[in-house]
């Protein structure tokens, strides 16, 4: 199952991931520090980061809904893996823009509803993010989609299979 969107035959969706992964993970923190150390600097700097974790999220998922359009067939064990993955992304996802739109407006002062909203929803979305991971390690090391094999390889996966 090779991937439909490439850059010199090397899958894009997985060169994307890493900066919604670590964009989520800093807006946790800096909502964490925000928390404990209530200047603006650290809510402005939460309220980019989230935003720069939505939007490399929505980049990152275009090559990675394609892939799993285009290039896993229906009915099979990878396309059930790839909707996991893909609703664990897209609900914590949905859980940044809620954190997004409801710290945004505090851009020039205090957040009124302090950190404890921004830490709750960032850390599900955090987890979601680490389950999604999962799926997505499952769908290259299980079911090798976007994985180029060797016809040896390709023989011994067949070999392998139940009948």
């Known amino acids: 199952m090779h991937s439909k969107v490439t850059i010199f035959g090397h899958p894009v969706h997985p060169m994307l991931v890493a900066y919604p992964i670590a964009f989520n993970t800093a807006t ?22 989230n935003a720069a974790a939505v939007v ?41 823009i809620i954190s997004f739109f409801v710290y945004y407006r505090y851009w020039n002062g205090p957040a009124d509803v302090g950190a404890a909203l921004g830490i709750m929803l960032t850390a599900i979305g955090v987890a979601l993010t680490v389950a999604a991971g999962f799926q997505g390690w499952a769908l290259i090391q299980d079911h090798h989609v976007g994985v180029r094999l060797t016809p040896d390889q390709q023989r011994l996966e067949r070999e392998a299979q139940p009948r």
Do not use: C, Q
């Open 28 to 49: 946790l923190v800096g909502f964490v520090i925000y928390g404990v150390n209530p200047e603006l600097f650290w809510l402005k700097l939460t309220i980019a980061l």
């Open 56 to 96: 490399m999220a929505v980049v990152a998922a275009v090559p990675g809904f394609v892939d799993w359009v285009a290039a896993i067939p229906s009915g099979t064990p990878a396309k059930l893996t790839g909707r996991i993955h893909m609703g664990l992304n897209v609900a914590a996802l949905a859980l940044f």
